[in-house]
């Protein structure tokens, strides 16, 4: 981030003590040294700050790959040093790349001949496919609306109020209107009624989620493109699809391999999928893919040869490592179908386990369904005493990382705690957390309620002294809601 803050005012400078042993004179912290230290000093000075980090297996707040097999470590390690921008120095590498595109365009039934190849890309993430997707059907409306003689300055996208910030983006920093369908009480992804009522002639796409981030549901993008061919019908529009597969677009073609939400509809034009989520890579890696060549205006790739040889380039970005691509096509041809296949059951199967031990505890209400992103989003049925931020907080002494969010409009009065479950998480796990959550519940009942909070208040303004001691507990509660409303007052709006 380009905006940063110091964690200290009053501590400038970086201790350790095991690297003592090497160097004795404290680092700046906010200033590079003068003068250089041991290689074992520095590692040891980051390493004792690293293992203050939360164990990446236990952030159940996040969708992207944390394990894979050792013989791909040894794989990434090795092209580590590699850049995947030099493709004349780099051939397989990039063949690699084309590789992993065409077997996700037919992963997603793109309509391709017999030898003809796929069009895609290779990007940082979703975000980056995100940003790629749009530009391109903002330049093929902005083309047809100059061929017809009219305005082509006002672009609008249509999209629920349930995507993600990358959407958000890419409508602010490329100047494109977001109009979002709002959500509601019980249905909390974008109702395709309603958005293809939104559409108009300057809607460059409708953006559908495969996999919502708030409760793993996908929309019907079926519905929507029915829905969508019957109105471009009666107005001479053409207004595309785009599909947001980030989560849900290597766990679909698994599970629900009838489910219609790809290339199969006539108006999904594009598709973006994270390798680095269920696509089962390390954070780095995600795919833009195009029905055809006429969906990628030519005039939005870039050729260079100063690398070596002539190379089309569409990125946001340039220099990036090859690792990443290089991991994905190991795990497409090591897991195969029959593998993937596995892997997205074995998830589902310890998602049903970790929803059932929750409802069984009667305490909360389930918010995610059973068909989609293998996730369990769950709010407490009775908050009036405590609220899913201070089981989010407690759920942190026993180490797991479980987000507690509201949700967007019109159901932000709707707050929830979410588990991811990937790979990794086994149903042993589950039953763990299931544990620890009921631990947390009966700590929080023992401590007094907001009503006796509210009393106490009350009876302050009508000058009675009420004192409550506080317990060891409440304390140590006091401390995450103070940070948190520290981060809160200090957040800066539109920042991510």
Same mark, same amino acid.
């Given at each position: ?10 501590? @400038? ?37 690293? %293992?203050?980090?939360?164990?990446? &297996? ?5 969708? @992207?790959?944390?394990?894979?097999? #050792? ?24 063949? $690699? *790349?084309? &590789? ?20 895609? =890309? ?19 409306? *902005?083309?047809? %609306? ?34 979002? =369908? ?13 958005? @293809? ?8 796409? =409708? ?45 679909? +073609?698994?599970?629900? #391999? ?66 990443? @691509?290089?991991? *994905? ?22 998602? $049903? ?9 009667? *305490? ?9 992103? +293998? ?20 759920? &942190? ?9 509201? %949700? #967007? ?12 479950? &990937? ?5 042993? $796990? ?36 009420? =004192? ?29």
């Amino acid at each position: 981030m380009v905006l940063s803050k110091t964690t200290s005012e009053s501590d @400038v400078s970086v201790h350790c003590t095991f690297a003592s042993r090497y160097v004795r004179t404290s680092l700046p912290r906010f200033k590079i040294p003068e003068q250089s230290i041991p290689k074992e000093a520095a590692f040891q000075i980051i390493n004792d700050e690293l %293992m203050l980090d939360g164990n990446p &297996r236990l952030n159940l707040a996040s969708f @992207v790959t944390t394990w894979m097999e #050792p013989e791909c470590d040894k794989l990434i390690m090795s092209s580590v040093n590699k850049n995947y921008v030099d493709m004349d120095e780099y051939p397989v590498t990039t063949e $690699l *790349q084309n &590789r992993c595109v065409n077997i996700i365009a037919h992963l997603f039934n793109a309509p391709l001949g017999e030898s003809e190849a796929a069009v895609g =890309v290779g990007t940082v993430g979703s975000s980056e496919a995100i940003m790629l997707a749009g530009l391109a059907f903002k330049r093929k409306w *902005q083309n047809k %609306m100059k061929d017809q003689g009219k305005p082509f300055d006002k672009p609008n996208i249509v999209t629920g109020a349930n995507v993600q910030v990358c959407w958000k983006k890419f409508a602010r920093y490329f100047e494109v209107e977001l109009k979002e =369908v709002k959500l509601r009480q019980d249905y909390y992804v974008m109702d395709p009624d309603k958005a @293809v009522e939104m559409v108009d002639e300057n809607t460059i796409c =409708v953006a559908a989620i495969l996999g919502s981030t708030l409760n793993g549901e996908y929309e019907d993008v079926k519905r929507l493109n029915d829905l969508l061919v019957q109105k471009n019908d009666k107005t001479g529009w053409d207004t595309p699809i785009h599909v947001d597969a980030a989560s849900g677009g290597f766990i679909a +073609p698994f599970l629900c #391999p009838e489910l219609e939400w790809d290339f199969r509809l006539s108006l999904v034009k594009s598709i973006n999928v994270s390798g680095h989520k269920y696509g089962l890579v390390y954070a780095g890696i995600g795919w833009a893919i195009w029905r055809s060549k006429d969906d990628l205006p030519e005039e939005l790739i870039f050729h260079i040869n100063y690398l070596g040889a002539d190379q089309p380039t569409f990125t946001l970005n340039f220099s990036k490592g090859s690792s990443q @691509v290089i991991a *994905q096509y190991y795990q497409l041809i090591r897991l195969g179908h029959e593998g993937y296949t596995n892997v997205m059951e074995n998830c589902k199967e310890n998602m $049903l386990v970790l929803k059932d031990g929750l409802e069984k505890t009667g *305490q909360f209400n389930i918010i995610s369904k059973d068909d989609g992103v +293998p996730l369990v989003a769950f709010s407490l049925k009775d908050n009036s005493k405590h609220n899913e931020f201070e089981v989010s907080d407690l759920l &942190r002494r026993y180490g797991w990382i479980v987000p507690a969010y509201t %949700m #967007p409009p019109d159901a932000q009065h709707v707050t929830v705690l979410r588990v991811v479950i &990937r790979e990794d998480f086994s149903c042993t $796990l589950a039953e763990r957390l299931v544990c620890d959550i009921q631990n947390v519940l009966h700590e929080l009942d023992s401590l007094p309620s907001k009503i006796v909070a509210k009393i106490a208040e009350k009876g302050e303004k009508n000058g009675s002294v009420i =004192v409550i001691k506080k317990s060891a507990l409440e304390t140590q509660m006091e401390i995450p809601t103070i940070s948190r409303k520290f981060v809160m007052d200090k957040k800066t709006n539109g920042v991510c």
